[in-house]
């Protein structure tokens, strides 16, 4: 089957959403945890979450256009900190719940039932459920003007994940807590590990390590 950009266009807008959002393959599903500046809180679930680099510690993702999605990024704006919180499958539909349209003085977290955990000195609430979460400090918003989004890159200042999750050589086994990814707007996945490689070398088949 072959689709051109001409008979794609002709797609009822739910299905070609569908089609698209799907291209991309498996994604990472986390939550975004915000507050505004008097302490008002927000929860929304993304899977466009994508790493930057590691020195200095970078993550980046998209937020959708403001009209569309106003909180997440007005609050960031406003405190400069967010978080991210990685999802367990036992809370896959509580926080799929968070993608409805909450109006703006009702927290996700008190609407679907998680609780924010907070850190001194950091002005966005983590998720008290979430086994792997981390803080980060705003360093830059990108608007996108293709589709009027934001590219918001933020450097990571704390993180908080389980030992029993964390290998001897900082490898995140996430597999060992029940880690979601998603495909399209509303499908959601357990991954499951095949192997892990050593570093590729030419003319060297790479062996497993674990």
């Given at each position: ?53 590691a020195d200095p510690a970078l ?68 998720v008290r459920e979430c086994k ?79």
């Open positions: 089957m072959e689709i051109d950009k001409q008979t794609l266009s002709t797609y009822d807008r739910f299905y070609r959403g569908n089609l698209i959002n799907s291209l991309s393959g498996f994604k990472p599903a986390s939550l975004i945890g915000t507050s505004d500046d008097q302490g008002r809180t927000n929860l929304a679930i993304f899977s466009n979450i994508v790493h930057l680099g993550v980046g993702f998209v937020n959708r256009p403001m009209e569309a999605a106003p909180h997440t990024i007005s609050n960031i704006e406003s405190t400069g900190w967010y978080t991210i919180n990685l999802i367990p499958a036992s809370l896959s539909l509580k926080a799929h719940q968070t993608s409805a349209k909450y109006g703006p003085g009702q927290s996700e977290f008190d609407a679907v039932g998680f609780t924010p955990q907070w850190k001194d000195g950091i002005p966005a609430p983590f792997v979460k981390f803080a980060l400090k705003l360093q830059e918003i990108i608007p996108i003007k293709w589709n009027q989004t934001f590219f918001v890159i933020g450097s990571i200042e704390h993180l908080i994940v389980e030992e029993v999750i964390l290998e001897e050589d900082g490898f995140l086994s996430l597999e060992k807590a029940d880690t979601i990814c998603s495909l399209g707007l509303d499908g959601y996945y357990l991954p499951q590990k095949l192997a892990r490689y050593a570093y590729a070398k030419p003319g060297k088949t790479a062996a497993v390590i674990g």
